[in-house]
Each structure stands twice: as structure tokens, then as C-alpha cells.
């Protein structure tokens, strides 16, 4: 049954592709319309998954912090509203020319945007996954399958089913969007390397790295959110204690907070004590190594272990270096090449810096929280990638994207360019749109 729906998704990724921008606007427009207007259900619904997982919360089978993404009440319903709409004002990428080349008069190849076909998307706990991915596919032209996780079954269900039928009721094809809900499903999408182009898992380390071993399908995603923040001995305090505190504390439970701040032994002393009254304030339990513990309080001493830790709470290690280099290298090694921020003055410092940190998003005197596909103008995002092939950071529409090859020709062959009298190719760049 799950197979034959995903053909189906693969023969419509056909149809999506060739969508007019107004279909595909209309089409979002009725989907922000659709989850305002029923806003009591799809709550209703998420209530249901909500007392699950109290019930899981007080039994200890699942984290505080999972079950704070689950959560979905008025203020989330505007946001996916706001990020739908925000997906539609968005250019369409699909048809957008890349590159224009001359090969010769009246020989002319063109390199255009197009969609990748069937997109699989697996995730754990956070509902508002589903506007997210159905708004950028749909606008990129992909099909989609959901898989979620159990924890937030009903809410998916009605997000999905609100979703899909006000983007069928716009002329989207209705087979383009499939939801799959058991467990099983889980390891039927992963044998489907001959339907789905590209799968985007969101969740735990462990639960990405199992998806990335365990098919032939490319992935595009992040094992891991190691984010750091660095304060270089010419950082402004006020700036290094407000970016500190708003990269963990903001939201700790998600993949851009940050993990380990790294401090300068030079602004050790006038650093640390300041920034650990904003930290207990905050409730964030310190873990700090020997250099760091002097000015930490009651802040607990760092394993090796807490160098690579994904926290999602609101803990933080704490570590002094002695230069531009250590912080450098430490972070390459130690971190996950996702995000990871700079808090100084020295321009040389700052360049040397965004050189030389191997991640998908450097932030210069900023949280580690801006990188977010909606904060970096791309409408919403799919996921954040730290891989190196094909898309890297806060994938927004373009991620969902690939290319093709159009040559404009009058017969030519290529017969006529090659031997002892061929013609010459002109290879010269035209910066033109495609017209036929």
C-alpha cells in the first residue's frame, strides 16, 4: 500500500514540476487560509499527543525537552501561517536560468533550475515540520512524503490532512503529498532508493546517523548541532555576554544553541564571572574545565565527554584557550560543522576565523540562533545540512532544487566540429533568460 503511494507521488512529482507560480501561490495561500480556520482542531488534536507525552515526561521514557516541540497552540499556528505566506512571496525557483553559454552562433545552452522529484522527509516530535517542507516543496515543485514520529501522530495527521486538501482544492495534484504513521514505515521508505530522490531526516544524532547507514538514498542533513561560541581576547563584554546568553538560553532544546563557549584567557578573569551571574540566572547548569572553574561558582567540572555533547538543554561547557588558533582548531575537531559564532573587534581576528572554522554557518559577533532558514530569508527550511555536496546550511527552496541542460540549436551537428576544418566553438557567456 505505502509503495503504490509513493509511485504515485513519483508519477505527480511529473505534474509538480510543470505547476504554472500561480497555481502554486493559489495553493499556498489556501493552506495558510486552512490552518486558520481550523485552528481548534488542529489543537485539539495536539492535545491529544500533549497528554501522551506528559504521561511519557513523568514515567521517564521521553525528555522535557522533546515534549516541548510537540507542543502547538495559537502563537505556533501564526508562525506556520506567517512562514507559509512568507514561502509565497518567495521567486519560483523552478525555470530560474543558472548560466547561459554560447557554444556557437545560434548554438546556445542554457543551464535552468528544476525540481529533484520526491522528497522524504522523517522526523521526531515537532509538528510544525509538515507546513514547513508542504509549503518549499510545493513551491519547488517536489513531491513529499511525511514520515513523523509516533509522539505526534494526531497532530500530524491533522496538519497534514488540513494541508493537502486546501492544496488540492488549488490544482496541486493530490497524490503529490503522502503521509505514512506506523513504525514500519520507517524502514519501507528507506528501501524506496528507486522512488525517492532525496530523504531529509530531523531528529536526534543517533536517530540521523541510523537514517545516513541505513539506505542507498542520498541524505541531506546534520548528525549533530555542536554549535560554539568564541570570545576573543579584543571581544566587547557587553556584546560577548548578550551573545552568549541569547545562543543557549534562547531556545536550548534545538540544534543552532550553543554547546561550548570558548573564552580567551586574556578576557578570562573580567569574562567569566559575569557571564556565569547570566547563566545560573538563566538556570544553566555550568560545565566548566580547569582554567574555567575559578570564576564559575558552583559550576561543575567538565569531562572529555562534554566536548562533544549535543546538550538541547540548558547546559554549557565552558573552556579557556590561549589563541586565535586553539579556539580554531578545537572547534573543527570537537564540533559538528553546523554553527558556530565569533565575539570580537579585530577585523584580522574575524577574517582568520571565518577562513578557517569548517562549518555551514559562521556568525560574526551574533548568536548562534540566527541560522534558521526563515531568518535567512528562505520563506522556512527543510532541515539544516553540514554536508559538502550539493546544499550546505539552512536549506530553503534552492536545496530542493537541481539542474538541467537546454541547447538551442538549427541543426547543427557535431560532425561540422571536428577533423582538419571544424568550426570553432565561441563559448562565449550570455547572461540572457531562456526564451523559446
Not at 502547538?72 to 507559509?84: C, F, L, P, Q, R
Not at 514561502?87 to 545552452?109: C, F, R, W
Not at 577574517?351 to 569548517?358: A, L, P
Not at 530542493?400 to 566553438?425: E, W
Request: charged share 25%; with cysteine; glycine share 8%.
Amino acid at each position: 500500500m505505502i509503495t503504490e503511494e509513493v509511485a504515485k507521488a513519483k508519477r505527480a512529482s511529473l505534474r509538480m514540476a510543470a505547476l504554472s507560480t500561480e497555481t502554486k501561490n493559489s495553493a499556498l495561500e489556501a493552506m495558510a487560509s486552512a490552518l486558520n480556520k481550523g485552528r481548534d482542531r488542529i489543537i485539539a488534536a495536539n492535545m491529544i499527543d500533549m497528554e501522551a507525552a506528559d504521561r511519557e515526561v513523568s514515567e521517564g521514557r521521553m525528555t522535557q525537552a522533546l515534549a516541548k516541540r510537540l507542543k502547538v497552540d495559537g502563537d505556533k499556528i501564526d508562525e506556520m501561517i506567517s512562514g507559509i505566506r512568507d514561502v509565497a512571496k518567495l521567486q519560483d525557483p523552478v525555470g530560474e536560468t543558472i548560466s547561459s553559454l554560447e557554444l556557437d552562433e545560434g548554438l546556445e545552452l542554457y543551464q535552468i533550475r528544476c525540481p529533484i522529484g520526491v522528497i522524504g522527509t522523517i522526523f521526531e516530535s515537532r509538528p510544525d515540520v509538515v507546513p514547513q517542507i508542504m509549503a518549499l516543496c510545493l513551491k519547488s515543485g517536489n513531491s513529499v512524503v511525511f514520515k513523523g514520529g509516533s509522539e505526534a501522530a494526531a497532530s500530524n495527521r491533522e496538519l497534514f490532512e488540513t494541508l493537502s486538501d486546501a492544496a488540492a482544492s488549488a490544482g496541486v495534484p493530490r497524490d503529490a503529498f503522502v503521509l505514512m504513521e506506523s513504525r514500519e514505515d520507517v524502514s519501507r521508505i528507506l528501501k524506496l532508493d528507486g522512488m525517492i530522490d532525496l530523504l531529509i531526516p530531523r531528529g536526534s544524532n543517533d536517530f540521523v546517523r541510523y537514517i545516513k547507514e541505513s539506505t542507498k538514498i542520498p541524505v541531506l542533513g546534520h548528525a549533530a548541532g555542536i554549535c560554539h561560541v568564541y570570545v576573543h581576547k579584543s571581544a566587547d563584554v557587553g556584546k560577548a555576554l548578550n551573545v552568549t546568553a541569547d545562543s543557549k538560553m534562547q531556545y536550548p532544546a534545538v540544534c543552532n544553541a550553543a554547546e561550548t563557549l570558548l573564552v580567551d584567557a586574556e578576557v578570562a578573569e573580567r569574562f567569566l564571572s559575569r557571564i556565569n551571574e547570566v547563566l545560573v540566572k538563566g538556570g544553566v547548569e555550568v560545565r566548566a574545565d580547569a582554567e574555567a572553574l575559578p570564576y564559575m561558582g558552583n559550576a561543575k567540572a567538565a569531562s572529555d565527554s562534554d566536548w562533544d555533547a549535543e546538550y538541547n538543554d540548558l547546559i554549557l561547557s565552558v573552556k579557556v584557550v590561549h589563541s586565535l588558533t586553539e579556539a580554531i582548531d578545537f572547534i573543527n575537531l570537537h564540533g559538528s560543522h553546523h554553527t558556530d559564532s565569533i565575539i570580537a573587534e579585530d577585523r584580522e581576528a574575524i577574517e582568520t576565523f571565518v577562513k578557517n572554522v569548517d562549518s555551514a554557518d559562521i556568525m560574526v559577533n551574533a548568536s548562534t540562533r540566527f541560522a534558521d532558514g526563515y531568518r535567512f530569508g528562505k520563506g522556512a527550511e527543510v532541515g539544516i545540512s553540514t554536508n559538502k555536496v550539493h546544499s550546505r546550511g539552512p536549506v530553503g527552496m534552492e536545496g530542493l532544487t537541481i539542474y538541467k541542460y537546454v541547447l538551442l540549436g538549427n541543426g547543427q551537428v557535431v560532425k561540422d566540429y571536428v577533423g582538419k576544418n571544424a568550426k570553432k566553438y565561441t563559448h562565449r557567456k550570455m547572461g540572457g533568460e531562456l526564451r523559446f
